[in-house]
Structure formats: C-alpha cells, structure tokens
C-alpha cells in the first residue's frame, strides 16, 4: 500500500530557531496536508496543499507541493514553546470522502525555552 | 461548541469484553470515519462513511462494526477485545468533496 516517509522522526531544538520537516511518498499524491497533534487531543489540520509546486503559509508556518507530488515540506519559523507537538504529514489521492487520508509517522517536536 | 464529539475519552477493560465507542459530529458534514492510532503514534484509516453508507474498509478484524445511524453519528463496536485493540480511536468528519478532515479529540482505549 501507500506509504509516507516523514523525517526526521523528533526533532529537539531552542526557542526562536526554525525548523524543516518532510514528506516523501512512494507513489503520486493530489493534495497533501500538514496536522499538528497536542498531546491528548486529535491532529488539527494547519495547512493544506493542492497544486504541485504550490508553497502556503500560516502564519509562522509554510509549506510546499513538490513539483513532482511526491513530496511536500513543512518550515515553522522563530519556533516557540507553543509549537511542541507531534507534526503529521498526510496525503490523499483527491480530495473528498472517497479518497483515504495516509498518514505520515510523525515528527515529535520539542522545543527548549 | 464541540465540532466532532467521541466518548468515552478513556476506557480502561478486560480482555474478551465487547465495548463502543461513540461519535457525533455538528458540522454538516456527510463522511465521517474512524482512525487507530497506535503506541508509535501512526494514524490509519480503518472505516469511513458517506450518508451512512460504508465507502472505506481497512482490512479491520470483522471484530470490528461501525454503525451509523445517521450521516451525523459513526459508532464504532468492538467484540472480544484483544491487548492489541490497545490504542486511541479518532473519529473524524468532512464534507464529500470536502478538503479539511476534522478529528474527534480520541478515545484512548486500553485492554488488560
């Protein structure tokens, strides 16, 4: 089946650093999305991706389609503790409900103040 | 206001004992699903439903039955509950064309 390789798998760094994290699949993805999880809640979606090559922020956050929609990246800039979490990748075929999410294994970030 | 709503948040019960958990989602939203996170923390689809219809089955134990009432509820039974059944259950909801997936807050469901 599908699978993400998401790296690095944690990551521990100061406050006020930027961070990178990635995705890459095995195989092509249309639309690729970013959820962060805080410990003992659900993923929440941050940011959401449908065009190759297409790069979007959130605020402090940015990430991009790769060109070849086998990849996507996740940037958080100036890092604050607020920002510890598990950061998952996910990737589906199309969007909607007939198309399953897959899900990358997650990247736990730790972040000293 | 709660958007996707699951209970219980913790079960704690014994091996070979059948349990449910329930979900409820306000949004509108006409796919919901359910998804198993394990110790390592990796996220997997296990059903999904469009209109109370079945549209995704995960090769999951037939142990397992979701049932859904309604488009707005997705409860998941689980029969003779094994140790490896240990994980948190997120139910999650969208719209059918729709691109954001909302996830429950997890049940966190331990067998001993």
């Known amino acids: 089946g599908q699978q993400l390789n998401q790296s690095p798998q944690s990551m521990f760094i100061q406050e006020g650093e930027d961070v990178s994290m990635n995705c890459t699949s095995s195989?092509?993805?249309?639309?690729w999305l970013w959820y962060k999880q805080d410990p003992g809640e659900g993923p929440v979606l941050l940011i959401a991706?449908?065009?190759?090559?297409e790069l979007t922020s959130n605020g402090r956050l940015t990430a991009q389609f790769g060109i070849t929609r086998k990849d996507s990246f996740l940037n958080i800039s100036a890092s604050i503790p607020s920002d510890v979490g598990i950061y998952f990748c996910?990737?589906?075929?199309?969007?909607?409900?007939?198309?399953?999410?897959?899900f990358g294994k997650g990247t736990k970030l730790t972040v000293n103040p | 206001d709660t958007a996707v709503s699951q209970t219980p948040k913790y079960l704690v019960t014994q091996m070979g004992n059948d349990k449910s958990i329930k979900c409820e989602q306000n949004?509108?939203?006409?796919?919901m699903y359910w998804y198993k996170q394990d110790s390592k923390k990796f996220l997997k689809i296990m059903f999904s439903?469009?209109?109370?219809?079945?549209?995704i089955n995960e090769t999951v134990p037939n142990r397992f039955s979701p049932k859904s009432p309604d488009k707005a509820h997705l409860n998941l039974h689980i029969n003779s509950l094994e140790l490896g059944d240990s994980a948190v259950y997120f139910c999650?909801?969208?719209?059918?064309?729709?691109?954001?997936?909302?996830f429950g807050e997890g049940s966190w469901l331990t067998v001993v």
């Open positions: 991706l449908y065009k190759a090559g």
């Open positions: 999650a909801s969208n719209d059918w064309s729709g691109n954001t997936i909302y």
């Open positions: 996910a990737g589906q075929l199309s969007p909607g409900g007939s198309e399953k999410l897959v």
């Open positions: 439903y469009n209109n109370k219809e079945l549209i």
């Open positions: 195989s092509i993805f249309n639309t």
């Open positions: 949004l509108g939203h006409d796919t």
